[in-house]
């Protein structure tokens, strides 16, 4: 059943993503490195921006996300990205297929090691198709816990516009306060271009605090879970205000 869901999952991303062009925008979500067999989980990622940046000038941008575990070690994950850039519609940007791989299982306290790896295929023509790959770890001890992503972007395919790589950096620090509520603080830094990586202020960089909610489930029902927070920006490239929220739900 969580498998036909996963397959009606992508052929609704399928017949729901236009063609459109696009130029590239960041999401706001730290990945964990857990992977669980047989576990369908759906995720929106959306953000809203204020004051633009010299480089950002964007209203809202949303990442879709579906995830599928096929073994205790191995999920298959395909995300479609929308945005709105400022004065224009609501737009798609790509669509990214892939996976992840945890090398290291985390049981209670501890840490956790995985890889991941996406295709992310561009959806205008003159835009270069770009592979993301990198590490996802998190350490955990009692009620608090750390996770930091740091992916690689590279473009392929004829259009290629830029030949080194991009680097992202996500990264949260996150308290439980109960089994419902939790507080944290997320940071979220790009440089576009490793081998000309341009003052800091020329790069992306944006922190900030944010609220965590699991809602009361039952046995055999779905888990819904739901964060939001604030994003400042740290350099003159990015939005002065970013708010951000995520929504999951879990088969």
């Known amino acids: ?19 459109l062009p696009i130029s590239a925008g960041a999401q706001f ?12 989980e759906i995720e929106e990622h959306g953000a809203l921006y204020s004051g633009p940046g010299e480089d950002e000038r964007l209203r809202q941008t949303h990442e879709v996300e579906e995830k599928y575990g096929l ?20 737009i798609a940007e790509e669509i990214e297929v892939g996976g992840q791989y945890e090398i290291v299982e985390r049981r209670g306290d501890g840490f956790g090691l995985a890889f991941r790896t996406l295709y992310e295929f561009a959806l205008e ?8 790959f990198g590490p996802l770890a998190k350490w955990v001890k009692g009620p608090d816990s750390f996770t930091i992503n ?29 089994e419902k509520w939790g ?7 790009e440089i576009e271009d490793l081998a000309h990586a341009g003052s800091f202020d020329e790069q992306e960089h944006r922190l900030g605090p944010v609220a965590y909610y699991e809602f009361p ?19 003159n490239a ?3 205000f970013t708010y951000k929220f995520d929504i999951e739900v879990e088969f």
């Open 238 to 240: 990015v939005s002065d």
């Open 125 to 132: 023509g003159a835009s270069p198709d770009e592979i993301l």
């Open 1 to 19: 059943m969580k498998y036909r869901l996963f397959l009606y999952a992508l052929l609704a991303a399928g017949l729901t993503t236009p063609v």
């Open 71 to 90: 073994t205790n070690r191995f999920e298959v994950i395909v995300e479609q990205v929308f945005e709105q850039p400022i004065g224009e519609d609501f």
């Open 150 to 178: 740091a992916f690689f972007v590279g473009q392929v395919g004829k259009h290629r516009e830029i030949d080194s790589l991009e680097f992202k950096l996500n990264w949260r620090l996150k308290r439980e306060l109960n």
């Open 183 to 189: 507080i944290g603080a997320e940071g979220y830094s």
């Open 217 to 235: 489930h039952a046995e055999g029902r779905p888990e819904w879970k739901a964060a939001g927070g604030v994003l400042f920006g740290l350099s």
């Open 29 to 40: 979500y730290v990945r964990s490195p857990e992977v669980d067999k047989g576990e369908l």
